[in-house]
């Protein structure tokens, strides 16, 4: 059984040589012991910013540190192939937690979800039909209440989250303007995900000034992927009772120093509501996402795009990608297509 393990925890940026391969044996059959386990075979895992986080050592955090030597744990797609679980019999397919190796035991199936619908990729479980999808459809719809005409802005908006977060603000009828570190990325915002405009952000030093262009009379909703120097200036631009949902601050998980906002009694002054979430807070309402979100995709009313590594061997480096921009969408590992 192939793993990536973590080496040692980390301070300041991650490398690729924090996380090693490592082989051990295993039997592919649920312990005795392990009533209520599942065994799965992992086919695609995901690769999410928060993994980084659990790679340091923590504190009375949300989540906790990875175990040393151990193989990461994250999201996944993979297939039972054993189970003595009542709910899960050989042969079905599942995503939710797993572990970055071959095969896994997994002994806690409360984040455990059968995938009842095939006719599309398997490894959209990764992104838009998982946890991504569904921090991006309850983010926005229940965050930040949008109305038709809201102005809506939304950054690292190329990622598994914002692409769909400025698909749904488009279905709302907002007008919806993203940030991303790329030409190509913005050219995907325009192109393929129909945003309003867009702006890559590491050519506009003054991202004040980058906001009043776009945004003349002001933000009504911003979705945050990012927090720091951006939420800063966000907060200088926002309308009157503008709302802020506060998904991630990616621009914080890698570096030693975390940056001070400066800009936080604009709160006050413009009576703006910001709100932080965590997506297991919905997950009892998984399936009423599904029902929404499936019909769009089969009518092509939302798209999706992926970057897809192949192999185990490749998670780590596509995991440290997240932080230098390197991936184009929802960056999945393929660990085997069967
Ligand atoms: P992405 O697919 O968007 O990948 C991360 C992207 O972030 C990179 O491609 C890069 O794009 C951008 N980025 C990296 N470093 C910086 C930086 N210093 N400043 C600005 N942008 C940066 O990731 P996800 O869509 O999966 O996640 C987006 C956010 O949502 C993250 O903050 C994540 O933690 C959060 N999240 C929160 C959840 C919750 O429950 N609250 C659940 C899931 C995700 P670029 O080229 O544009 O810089």
Redesign the pocket.
């Known amino acids: 059984n192939k793993q990536i393990v973590l080496r040692a925890y980390v301070k300041g940026s991650a490398k690729q040589s924090d996380m090693i391969l490592k082989t051990s044996t295993i039997k592919l059959k649920v312990p005795e012991h392990c009533n209520g386990a599942v065994l799965v075979k992992n086919l695609y895992l995901s690769c999410?910013?928060?993994i980084r986080?659990r790679m340091s050592f923590l504190q009375g955090s949300y989540v906790d540190s990875f175990t040393l030597a151990s193989p990461i744990q994250g999201y996944g797609v993979g297939r039972v192939v054993d189970s003595s679980h009542p709910n899960f019999k050989k042969g079905d397919l599942v995503w939710g937690m797993t572990a970055w190796e071959e095969y896994t035991l997994i002994t806690s199936t409360e984040r455990l979800f059968k995938v009842q619908h095939t006719d599309l990729p398997l490894s959209y479980y990764t992104g838009l039909l998982g946890?991504?999808g569904a921090?991006a459809y309850f983010?926005f719809y229940e965050i930040c209440s949008p109305k038709q005409g809201e102005t809506v802005f939304i950054?690292?908006?190329?990622?598994?989250?914002?692409?769909l977060v400025g698909q749904f603000a488009k279905l709302s009828g907002c007008y919806v303007v993203g940030?991303?570190?790329?030409k190509d990325?913005v050219d995907l915002l325009k192109n393929k995900f129909g945003f309003d405009d867009a702006f890559n952000?590491?050519e506009e030093p003054d991202f004040n000034a980058a906001l009043k262009r776009y945004f003349p009379n002001g933000i009504d909703i911003y979705f945050d992927?990012?927090?720091?120097k951006?939420l800063d200036a966000v907060l200088l631009n926002m309308r009157l009772h503008g709302r802020i949902s506060?998904?991630?601050?990616?621009?914080?998980?890698?570096v030693e120093e975390l940056e001070g906002v400066k800009n936080l009694f604009n709160i006050v002054t413009k009576r703006i509501r910001m709100e932080?979430?965590?997506?297991?807070?919905y997950y009892h309402l998984y399936s009423k996402f599904l029902d929404t979100v499936l019909p769009l995709v089969k009518d092509g009313k939302i798209t999706y795009v992926e970057d897809i590594s192949e192999g185990l061997e490749s998670a780590p480096s596509a995991l440290i990608?997240?932080?230098?921009?390197?991936?184009?969408?929802?960056?999945v590992v393929v660990v085997s297509r069967e």
Do not use: E, H, W
């Open positions: 999410d910013p928060y986080t946890m991504p921090t983010g950054s690292a908006a190329s990622g598994a989250v914002g692409q940030s991303a570190g790329s990325k952000y590491k992927n990012v927090g720091g951006m506060a998904c991630g601050m990616i621009s914080q998980y890698d932080g979430f965590l997506v297991s807070d990608g997240l932080f230098s921009g390197r991936n184009i969408g929802k960056q």
